[in-house]
């Protein structure tokens, strides 16, 4: 009889405890890399004739995908970028822009941040042309190692008249 109750018994007892081969801590990460967003207000670039009145043409940032990598002294995040090229004549031949790059944390606060040129060139009497751009920019492993504080921001480098047409066309746009 007492046979009986002894391995139940046992089991019951030894079952926790065949959790604890491994008693280092495991370490569960909410994220790989810091979330990436193009910025809506920045996604847009455009080129006007000299009248500054209508449109000639535009840049676009239309996609991207990140990858992190990381090792014991460094972090990289790596990234390719979609960009987008229309024009309404075909007198322009080739678009210019600056888009950025940055890290802030999670109030927006700017942190690193990189400016890289684009060139976009239309083949023959095409009125659109798509670019890939692989960017990678090296990080702090803090950013990587805590990548939940932190946020990736993407945009067209914009000042002045353009980023004022830009703020003008969204507020016109219905919500």
Same mark, same amino acid.
């Given at each position: 009889m007492i046979m009986h109750y002894f391995w139940p018994i046992l089991l019951i007892t030894l079952l926790p405890l065949g959790g604890c081969q491994n008693s280092q801590p495991t370490d569960y990460r909410s994220c790989f890399s810091p979330p990436t967003n193009i910025i809506h207000e920045l996604s847009r670039q455009s080129f006007f004739d000299p009248t500054l009145?209508?449109?000639?043409?535009?840049?676009?940032?239309?996609?991207? @995908?990140?990858?992190?990598?990381?090792?014991? @002294?460094?972090?990289?995040?790596?990234?390719?970028?979609?960009?987008?090229?229309?024009?309404?004549?075909t007198e322009t031949k080739k678009l210019n822009g600056n888009y950025f790059i940055t890290i802030t944390d999670?109030?927006?606060?700017?942190?690193?941040?990189?400016?890289?040129?684009?060139e976009i060139t239309f083949e023959g009497k095409k009125k659109y042309?798509?670019?890939?751009?692989?960017?990678?920019?090296?990080?702090?492993?803090?950013?990587?190692?805590?990548?939940?504080?932190?946020?990736?921001?993407?945009?067209?480098?914009? @000042?002045?008249?353009?980023?004022?047409?830009?703020?003008?066309?969204?507020?016109?746009?219905?919500?």
């Amino acid at each position: 009889m007492i046979m009986h109750y002894f391995w139940p018994i046992l089991l019951i007892t030894l079952l926790p405890l065949g959790g604890c081969q491994n008693s280092q801590p495991t370490d569960y990460r909410s994220c790989f890399s810091p979330p990436t967003n193009i910025i809506h207000e920045l996604s847009r670039q455009s080129f006007f004739d000299p009248t500054l009145t209508h449109e000639v043409a535009r840049l676009e940032i239309e996609s991207l @995908k990140e990858l992190a990598e990381k090792d014991e @002294k460094e972090a990289l995040l790596s990234f390719q970028i979609v960009f987008g090229a229309l024009r309404s004549t075909t007198e322009t031949k080739k678009l210019n822009g600056n888009y950025f790059i940055t890290i802030t944390d999670r109030e927006g606060n700017p942190l690193l941040k990189q400016t890289f040129p684009l060139e976009i060139t239309f083949e023959g009497k095409k009125k659109y042309q798509r670019k890939i751009k692989e960017v990678t920019m090296p990080v702090p492993l803090a950013i990587i190692n805590q990548c939940e504080k932190y946020q990736v921001l993407i945009g067209f480098d914009l @000042k002045g008249h353009d980023l004022e047409h830009n703020l003008r066309r969204l507020e016109r746009k219905p919500s």
